[in-house]
Structure formats: structure tokens, C-alpha cells
């Protein structure tokens, strides 16, 4: 008999530290709805969390969760999937942990399209270390490190991720959870790496792109006539014209994930094997280069 999941077996005794009102909250409603909806137990769920604000979130959803260091999630996420090709993996962190110092990883991870859903919660400031500007702070905005406001342009992601090949890509609002339930569902069941962007609005150091603004602002692409998910070129040139503000799944195409493509990869998961070195498997790897 099927154990059913409910929202009961995702939330943990943690207490939070998010500030009140940080959309931060919206996501983590939202990810452990679509876990539930997919009926994914948590012993088959592996979440790894960056550095920053959005990084607590895996310590408030029972499942596997590493918190591993800045910028590093995706190739940690990456080794886990490999390991272990039954576990649903999950790779969190904000802007600042993804686009600055991850940028080398979340571009090399699209490539090769591992199937892991990566989810960032771009909030335009770093909210951990006290409100300094992000990669993806606008040009001209006040923070305590740029007093005289933002001289540089902002990092695109959905631009470069479109760009690059990726093979989904979606953006949601934390303040629209039930349109970003049907994203993460659908980047979650896909075969191959999703990027969900979710704009995360930081209540206590971003005065400017607030709930209110974005409220105001967004489309949601299934508004927009003939939009087709399936028309990269069409998916960029919205992307460009509506300068990032627009949400739902943006683009996807099917294809073959890294692991697919893997010699042997569809045998025996490396973490059922047995990797034991043992005496008699190095004399016969000497004797061979002997």
C-alpha cells in the first residue's frame, strides 16, 4: 500500500530566521507543496543549499540537505545525482551565491544538463551580509556599498541561460505561489537541468523591488498571445523587451540529460555497489601497467 505524503512530513522543528515578509517564505510553501503534489517521499529528495539567506531553506524541509559552501551547490548537486540517479536533487541559493562566485559552475552545469532542478531566489541585494549589492542589482541602486548607487549593469540570467542551451528555463514570483507550484512540478518531472529563477523580494534591505512593484509590473507569459515555449529565439527576444519581467516556463525543450548519455549509466547506481579496494585489486592494477 502507497504511503501518502503530506505537508506534515516536509516541515521541520527549526525555527526560522528569515525576516517577516521575506518572499523567501513563499518559496519554501512552494517547493514543499510541489513535493507533496508529486508524491515524492522524503528519503528521496536531496537538497543543496548555498550561502546567504535562501541557503537556510534546506534546514526547514525534511529531506537530505547539505549546506555546503559559496557558489559551490551545483557541483555538489551534480556528484549526488551521479551517485545516485533515484534521488530527486534540488539545488538552492540566492543571486549573489549563484551569479557571482557560482557563475563559473551555473554555466558549465546547464551544459552538460545533469538532471537537477536549480532553484534561485534573486532578490537584487545581498540580505545576509547586511544589504551590499548583488550581481543582479539594477544600475543605480542604493546599498551600503554602493552609497552612490549601482555603476555596473546587472547580470541576466535568463537571458544567458537562453543564450547557453539551456533546455529549461522558468521564473517565478515568490508572491504567485500557485503559478510557482506548476513551475516547480514541471522542472522537477523534466529530464534534464531547470533553471527556476524566482524573484525573492528582500523586505528589509530592498525598498525598490518590492511585492508591490512587482505586483504591478510582471507578466506571466501564458498572458502574453502566441507565446511558444518551445521558440528559444522568441523566448529571448521576450525576455529582452519586458527587461526580465515576466514568469512561467519560458522555455523547454526534450532531449537526452547528461545521464542518458552516460556509457553504463542505466546499470547498478554507483551507491549500490561495491567500492571496495581491496589487496588482490591493486596487485592486478600494477601487474596490468607493469
Not at 538532471?115 to 543605480?140: A, C, E, F, W
Not at 539551456?166 to 537541468?193: C, H, M, N, T
Request: charged fraction near 20%.
Amino acid at each position: 500500500m502507497a504511503i501518502a505524503v503530506t505537508m506534515a512530513d516536509y516541515r521541520t522543528a527549526e525555527k526560522s530566521w528569515w525576516c517577516p515578509g521575506c518572499g523567501d517564505f513563499g518559496v519554501l510553501s512552494a517547493l514543499q507543496k510541489t513535493l507533496v503534489d508529486l508524491q515524492k517521499l522524503p528519503h528521496e529528495v536531496a537538497i543543496v543549499a548555498g550561502i546567504g539567506c535562501s541557503g537556510k531553506i534546506g534546514n526547514y524541509i525534511n529531506c537530505y540537505n547539505i549546506h555546503t559552501t559559496h557558489g559551490r551547490t551545483l557541483p555538489v548537486a551534480t556528484g549526488i545525482k551521479l551517485a545516485n540517479r533515484n534521488l530527486t536533487v534540488i539545488a538552492a541559493g540566492g543571486d549573489g551565491d549563484g551569479y557571482a562566485i557560482g557563475m563559473g559552475h551555473f554555466m558549465h552545469a546547464l551544459r552538460r544538463n545533469v538532471d537537477i532542478t536549480y532553484l534561485v531566489m534573486d532578490n537584487h541585494v545581498y540580505g545576509l551580509t547586511k544589504g551590499q549589492v548583488s550581481p543582479t542589482s539594477d544600475r543605480g541602486f542604493v546599498t551600503s556599498s554602493t552609497p552612490q548607487g549601482n555603476l555596473e549593469k546587472p547580470v541576466r540570467p535568463l537571458e544567458l541561460a537562453l543564450a547557453s542551451g539551456a533546455g529549461f528555463v522558468a521564473q517565478g514570483f515568490s508572491g504567485w505561489v500557485p503559478q510557482l507550484i506548476d513551475i516547480l512540478k514541471a522542472a522537477i518531472e523534466y529530464r534534464g537541468f531547470a533553471l527556476v529563477n524566482v524573484i525573492s523580494p528582500c523586505v528589509t534591505y530592498n525598498k525598490v523591488n518590492t511585492y508591490d512593484y512587482y505586483r504591478e509590473n510582471l507578466v506571466k507569459v501564458e498572458d502574453i498571445p502566441g507565446y511558444d515555449e518551445k521558440d528559444r529565439l522568441g523566448a529571448l527576444k521576450t525576455v529582452i523587451e519586458r527587461e526580465g519581467l515576466v514568469t512561467g516556463i519560458l522555455y523547454r525543450e526534450e532531449g537526452p540529460s547528461l545521464e542518458d548519455l552516460l556509457p553504463g549509466y542505466r546499470e547498478e547506481p554507483i551507491v549500490s555497489q561495491d567500492l571496495r579496494f581491496r589487496q588482490e585489486d591493486l596487485k592486478a592494477l600494477l601487474e596490468e601497467f607493469r
